[in-house]
């Protein structure tokens, strides 16, 4: 092979790495003055930081000014807006008054509409929404803002939908989608979300066929810069999150795209997703996906949308979106074991591999297999051993996350350079074997079980071009193999960081492995390289720096606060009273009032109080009794209709509240209704918790309740009535936070919760 410096093919290695993210999304310019006709990121902010000002979950006052602020931006844009009001428990049983704001532009072929949807409403009770999703909703008014400058006269109507509710179970788009009659015309739409701050936007898609006409459309329509893999779509698809698309999906059979980015996910749900966190970058990519997908799909048909065929699907940068359908799946796999096989019998042949070499170099690669993936599993499990604070990070993704994944990283390549260097003894055509018949084997499995990931076999057919090369010529320019190994680079990359972002910290395995995975790809580079054990050591020391760097920020601070959580728990029957957390480890804040006199609840006591991650209070202690009023009660009818039992209640709040959550004990429940809407057979059927309902409350509206049982059973209800007013509330004097401490997102928090139950004998 001829000479090239191992530093400058490092070198490349790393510049196409960055490459790769920087050009995932456009870079921002002030851009106040742009024409009108163009969308504008400075004129998008304007709207985030108006919306973003205070807490608008369901219920707080701001809701209803950030309701009457969208109102007045489409006034101002020459539209004339709707509003849609309602209840709804949507699928998951939880009850709230709804308010969606509408408008429509009329097209010249009537009949076939896209909606342009994002949420206006936060999360309970602290967050302030500026990424979810204000600026979802800032991304739709300035590019259609945009687009009615340029006077264009659609063919297919056009809906904008700012969904409410959506926070506490998709409720918004669940009334629209149910009850309105413009969900009638909907064909497709597309959604803008947000799971934290920052980071390139990704598209996924909503539909309940093959995705075939949807990609080639979104590929017509061009988007500059288009984030999106089948892989990542397959694997969504498998999760439990939800959007307000998978609403119309499921009830309405409605195709649509999704855009949201999750990069900082520590800032999601909190009071820190606020307008100057929202990266400036990342609104203007939603930006670049609106505006050639509003112009392409005003106009397009959009009765020829579903498909019954799937596109293989992925970005690579330049080249944009690339497809190709299902059907070459295996025609691919096959023809790369083809291909393999007779480089293997002409490597033979050619004398250049040996079955010795060929063994040998499965050991190096097995080695750093084992241990990188051991690294992964127990890693992050050691380290939170060490910091024991992280566990109160909720999202799984802490403020020094980045840090840890670069080090997780270093790591995996000291253990690569390493093993390659005491055990790699063979050369690299027969260390290339290995690697080839374990990525076979990966894509088999992908062609199996996860078909949206087949394009990771683009990355084998690089492979074994080197594999071909490296046989047939004994001095190769280097260069070809850093070509060769672009597919790898730009496929993997972005999926190391990725996994853990979006799911976790939890899931740094997936980055250790994929690590592992890339390097053996790297093997034509990084095989001719002799300073192996250097680099080793360079990669490691690489990994001690960002583990120092991540332990130096492993703290918290006015930027990167601490989650921290507080309750008042009053039991309306034994006429006790509590201070509970769900923090771990207690900061002095919660230390005053769960200090040394703290004890572990009872397994069983309040822990199936709905929280996004079924996560449990950590720590009880005594509380002084304060004089609250409990909910009142009201049996309306008590009777028995054939095998049934009839109960009909009335709970109406004695105070300000914000939920109300009613459980049971285990019991058969044929029917339940609440304020007149009722609850699904399926829900009835699969509760979780023996929840019956949550009542988001508005105007301290009472919960009506319609239950039947069969006729022999004794019902207990337990209910939770919670207002989130500890810390301005008149009986307590509860100080505010300081600057390091926020919020934790994601359960009830600084509330005044009392629990009542009633047994019906």
């Given at each position: 092979?001829?000479?090239?410096?191992?530093?400058?093919?490092?070198?490349?290695?790393?510049?196409?790495?960055?490459?790769?993210?920087?050009?995932?999304?456009?870079?921002?310019?002030?851009?106040?003055?742009?024409?009108?006709?163009?969308?504008?990121?400075?004129?998008?902010?304007?709207?985030?930081?108006?919306?973003?000002?205070?807490?608008?979950?369901?219920?707080?006052?701001?809701?209803?000014?950030?309701?009457?602020?969208?109102?007045?931006?489409?006034?101002?844009?020459?539209?004339?807006?709707?509003?849609?009001?309602?209840?709804?428990?949507?699928?998951?049983?939880?009850?709230?008054?709804?308010?969606?704001?509408?408008?429509?532009?009329?097209?010249?072929?009537?009949?076939?509409?896209?909606?342009?949807?994002?949420?206006?409403?936060?999360?309970?009770?602290?967050?302030?929404?500026?990424?979810?999703?204000?600026?979802?909703?800032?991304?739709?008014?300035?590019?259609?803002?945009?687009?009615?400058?340029?006077?264009?006269?659609?063919?297919?109507?056009?809906?904008?939908?700012?969904?409410?509710?959506?926070?506490?179970?998709?409720?918004?788009?669940?009334?629209?989608?149910?009850?309105?009659?413009?969900?009638?015309?909907?064909?497709?739409?597309?959604?803008?979300?947000?799971?934290?701050?920052?980071?390139?936007?990704?598209?996924?898609?909503?539909?309940?066929?093959?995705?075939?006409?949807?990609?080639?459309?979104?590929?017509?329509?061009?988007?500059?810069?288009?984030?999106?893999?089948?892989?990542?779509?397959?694997?969504?698809?498998?999760?439990?999150?939800?959007?307000?698309?998978?609403?119309?999906?499921?009830?309405?059979?409605?195709?649509?795209?999704?855009?949201?980015?999750?990069?900082?996910?520590?800032?999601?749900?909190?009071?820190?997703?606020?307008?100057?966190?929202?990266?400036?970058?990342?609104?203007?990519?939603?930006?670049?996906?609106?505006?050639?997908?509003?112009?392409?799909?005003?106009?397009?048909?959009?009765?020829?949308?579903?498909?019954?065929?799937?596109?293989?699907?992925?970005?690579?940068?330049?080249?944009?979106?690339?497809?190709?359908?299902?059907?070459?799946?295996?025609?691919?796999?096959?023809?790369?074991?083809?291909?393999f096989l007779i480089l293997i019998f002409h490597g033979f042949r050619k004398?250049?591999?040996?079955?010795?070499?060929?063994?040998?170099?499965?050991?190096?690669?097995?080695?750093?297999?084992?241990?990188?993936?051991?690294?992964?599993?127990?890693?992050?499990?050691?380290?939170?051993?060490?910091?024991?604070?992280?566990?109160?990070?909720?999202?799984?993704?802490?403020?020094n996350g980045y840090s840890y994944i670069t080090a997780f990283v270093f790591?995996?390549?000291?253990?690569?350079?390493?093993?390659?260097?005491?055990?790699?003894?063979?050369?690299?055509?027969?260390?290339?074997?290995?690697?080839?018949?374990?990525?076979?084997?990966?894509?088999?499995?992908?062609?199996?079980?996860?078909?949206?990931?087949?394009?990771?076999?683009?990355?084998?057919?690089?492979?074994?071009?080197?594999?071909?090369?490296?046989?047939?010529?004994?001095?190769?320019?280097?260069?070809?193999?850093?070509?060769?190994?672009?597919?790898?680079?730009?496929?993997?990359?972005?999926?190391?960081?990725?996994?853990?972002?979006?799911?976790?910290?939890?899931?740094?395995?997936?980055?250790?492995?994929?690590?592992?995975?890339?390097?053996?790809?790297?093997?034509?580079?990084?095989?001719?390289?002799?300073?192996?054990?250097?680099?080793?050591?360079?990669?490691?020391?690489?990994?001690?720096?960002?583990?120092?760097?991540?332990?130096?920020?492993?703290?918290?601070?006015?930027?990167?606060?601490?989650?921290?959580?507080?309750?008042?728990?009053?039991?309306?029957?034994?006429?006790?009273?509590?201070?509970?957390?769900?923090?771990?480890?207690?900061?002095?804040?919660?230390?005053?009032?769960?200090?040394?006199?703290?004890?572990?609840?009872?397994?069983?006591?309040?822990?199936?109080?709905?929280?996004?991650?079924?996560?449990?209070?950590?720590?009880?202690?005594?509380?002084?009794?304060?004089?609250?009023?409990?909910?009142?009660?009201?049996?309306?009818?008590?009777?028995?209709?054939?095998?049934?039992?009839?109960?009909?209640?009335?709970?109406?709040?004695?105070?300000?509240?914000?939920?109300?959550?009613?459980?049971?004990?285990?019991?058969?429940?044929?029917?339940?209704?609440?304020?007149?809407?009722?609850?699904?057979?399926?829900?009835?059927?699969?509760?979780?918790?023996?929840?019956?309902?949550?009542?988001?409350?508005?105007?301290?509206?009472?919960?009506?309740?319609?239950?039947?049982?069969?006729?022999?059973?004794?019902?207990?209800?337990?209910?939770?009535?919670?207002?989130?007013?500890?810390?301005?509330?008149?009986?307590?004097?509860?100080?505010?936070?300081?600057?390091?401490?926020?919020?934790?997102?994601?359960?009830?928090?600084?509330?005044?919760?009392?629990?009542?139950?009633?047994?019906?004998?």
């Open positions: 092979m001829k000479k090239f410096p191992t530093a400058i093919t490092l070198l490349l290695i790393l510049l196409a790495i960055y490459l790769g993210f920087w050009s995932s999304m456009p870079t921002y310019q002030p851009d106040m003055d742009l024409d009108k006709t163009k969308f504008s990121t400075d004129r998008a902010f304007i709207h985030v930081k108006n919306m973003s000002q205070e807490p608008h979950a369901v219920g707080f006052p701001a809701h209803t000014k950030v309701r009457e602020y969208l109102i007045n931006e489409l006034k101002k844009l020459g539209l004339e807006p709707v509003t849609q009001t309602g209840y709804t428990a949507g699928d998951w049983a939880n009850f709230s008054r709804v308010t969606n704001v509408m408008a429509r532009i009329k097209g010249s072929n009537p009949g076939n509409a896209l909606l342009l949807l994002s949420h206006y409403d936060s999360s309970p009770h602290s967050s302030l929404g500026a990424s979810d999703a204000a600026s979802g909703v800032a991304t739709i008014l300035e590019g259609v803002r945009a687009y009615l400058e340029e006077n264009n006269s659609p063919k297919n109507d056009i809906i904008i939908l700012f969904s409410d509710a959506e926070e506490l179970g998709l409720n918004g788009a669940d009334l629209f989608v149910n009850n309105h009659p413009w969900a009638k015309e909907v064909k497709l739409a597309l959604n803008f979300e947000a799971r934290g701050s920052g980071g390139p936007s990704y598209m996924l898609l909503e539909t309940n066929r093959g995705n075939g006409s949807l990609i080639k459309e979104f590929i017509n329509a061009n988007p500059t810069y288009p984030v999106a893999n089948s892989l990542v779509y397959s694997i969504y698809k498998m999760l439990p999150n939800d959007t307000d698309l998978t609403v119309f999906r499921e009830d309405r059979d409605i195709d649509g795209f999704n855009f949201a980015f999750i990069d900082d996910h520590f800032d999601y749900h909190t009071v820190r997703d606020n307008y100057d966190r929202l990266d400036a970058n990342t609104l203007a990519h939603q930006g670049t996906y609106l505006m050639p997908l509003l112009q392409h799909f005003s106009d397009a048909d959009l009765t020829h949308l579903k498909s019954p065929n799937d596109l293989v699907y992925f970005n690579m940068p330049y080249f944009r979106l690339l497809s190709y359908p299902f059907e070459w799946i295996w025609p691919m796999l096959i023809g790369a074991v083809f291909l004398k250049v591999l040996t079955f010795t070499e060929i063994g040998t170099g499965f050991i190096p690669m097995l080695l750093t297999l084992v241990i990188n993936g051991l690294i992964g599993y127990f890693g992050w499990s050691l380290i939170l051993k060490v910091y024991p604070q992280y566990q109160d990070i909720l999202h799984g993704f802490t403020y790591v995996c390549l000291a253990v690569g350079f390493w093993c390659y260097h005491r055990l790699g003894k063979a050369s690299i055509p027969n260390l290339l074997i290995a690697p080839a018949v374990l990525w076979l084997i990966i894509c088999g499995f992908l062609a199996i079980y996860l078909k949206g990931g087949s394009f990771f076999i683009l990355p084998v057919f690089a492979l074994l071009a080197s594999l071909w090369i490296l046989i047939g010529q004994k001095s190769p320019h280097p260069l070809l193999f850093v070509v060769l190994a672009l597919p790898a680079i730009w496929l993997y990359s972005p999926l190391i960081k990725m996994f853990p972002v979006g799911l976790g910290l939890k899931m740094i395995i997936t980055t250790t492995l994929l690590t592992s995975l890339s390097f053996f790809l790297l093997l034509p580079n990084i095989g001719t390289i002799k300073a192996k054990q250097r680099l080793a050591y360079l990669c490691l020391l690489l990994f001690i720096g960002f583990l120092v760097s991540a332990h130096l920020n492993s703290g918290f601070n006015k930027d990167n606060a601490k989650p921290t959580s507080l309750i008042y728990l009053l039991d309306a029957d034994s006429n006790t009273a509590q201070w509970t957390t769900y923090d771990k480890v207690l900061s002095p804040w919660t230390a005053q009032y769960i200090g040394i006199n703290k004890e572990t609840p009872r397994k069983t006591e309040h822990q199936h109080l709905s929280s996004k991650y079924g996560t449990g209070f950590s720590f009880v202690a005594n509380a002084p009794l304060k004089n609250m009023t409990p909910p009142k009660v009201e049996i309306v009818k008590d009777t028995i209709s054939g095998e049934d039992r009839l109960l009909e209640i009335i709970i109406s709040p004695q105070r300000p509240i914000n939920r109300l959550e009613v459980f049971t004990n285990e019991i058969e429940i044929s029917k339940a209704v609440i304020n007149t809407i009722p609850l699904t057979d399926y829900y009835l059927k699969n509760r979780n918790g023996n929840k019956l309902i949550t009542h988001y409350v508005s105007n301290n509206d009472p919960t009506y309740l319609q239950i039947a049982i069969p006729r022999q059973s004794k019902l207990e209800l337990t209910l939770y009535e919670a207002s989130n007013d500890l810390l301005n509330h008149p009986q307590f004097s509860v100080p505010q936070r300081p600057e390091d401490n926020i919020p934790t997102p994601f359960v009830l928090n600084d509330a005044i919760l009392i629990t009542k139950k009633i047994k019906f004998e």
